[in-house]
């Protein structure tokens, strides 16, 4: 929670790794902004997923008073359970910034393991996305129609702001197959869309070393006039502390360790 919160008390949802490359949240949180995540492992924005998440934002935009239209953050799997709330939900969604997101499940876990993309692919990851998708076989799997690389328009047809950054370089979420497949596409139905490219890098680590472009994109997204010059991120401190206050044990994966996709 923010200790001021800004009108309309809005907030963003980090889909996955919670604490992890966390610059953007903390700037946010101290930016006026909510900050929220709900564990629902394993299920790779399936519509199990959504029906969770659908339960959850009730939750918090009735008992609790939040904006009815949250930010959503997707990194890696991330992406998966961003696009595919923002299809299925339209109308409840600010703004979505993906981060070397999946947004392709064909592209990983699927990969070279199943001849359907560049990256090595997971079977482990595999198997899961067949369980979450209820999914009888790979060729079911491969025929789904609102994997969210293929189901862009209800969002483009919203007029939802996509924020894409990625690394050029990314072996394990090809950003061919994924990010830069979703600008292509989502520029091509007229969808507002940005994105930060960053030279020679791979999948890790996730995020930017100066985040006031995210803070920026959100900001713009709910016509806040909060000033976003100052990214309220100058030390590794202020996420301890933050984690500290709100009883919570920091989990600093973008400081210091990598997380999985």
């Known amino acids: 929670m923010p200790d001021k919160p800004l009108p309309g008390r809005p907030w963003v949802w980090r889909a996955e790794f919670f604490g992890a490359f966390a610059g953007a949240d903390v700037a ?3 930016a006026g902004w909510h900050l929220v995540h709900l564990v629902t492992p394993d299920l790779l924005g399936s ?3 959504i029906t969770k998440w659908e339960a959850f934002h009730t939750v918090l935009v009735k008992d609790h008073g939040l904006h009815p239209k949250p930010g959503l953050i997707g990194l890696s799997r991330g992406g998966l359970y961003c696009l595919s709330w923002a299809a299925a939900h339209p109308d409840k969604t600010l703004a979505v910034y993906l981060d070397n997101a999946v947004c392709d499940f064909k592209s990983w876990p699927g990969g070279a393991l199943k001849k359907l993309g560049a990256s090595k692919g997971s079977e482990a990851e595999w198997k899961k996305l067949l369980a979450a998708y209820d999914f009888e076989s790979d060729a079911e799997a491969i025929e789904y129609k609102s994997n969210p690389v293929d189901n862009l328009a209800p969002i483009a047809k ?3 702001p996509l924020l894409l950054v990625y690394g050029d370089k990314d072996t394990v979420v090809p950003h061919t197959e994924n990010s830069e497949r979703v600008y292509d596409r989502y520029k091509a139905l007229g969808g507002p869309v940005e994105r930060v490219v960053k030279p020679g890098q791979d999948h890790h680590p996730h995020g930017l070393k100066d985040v006031v472009p995210v803070v920026k994109f959100f900001a713009t997204a709910l016509g806040s006039r909060t000033d976003t010059n100052s990214t309220g991120f100058e030390t ?3 996420w301890r502390k933050l984690c500290i206050h709100k009883g919570l044990r ?12």
Do not use: T
């Open 28 to 30: 946010l949180v101290r």
């Open 158 to 160: 919203a007029k939802i």
């Open 47 to 49: 519509p199990k997923a």
């Open 236 to 238: 590794l401190g202020a």
């Open 250 to 261: 920091p989990a600093l994966g973008g400081m210091n360790r990598p997380v999985p996709v």
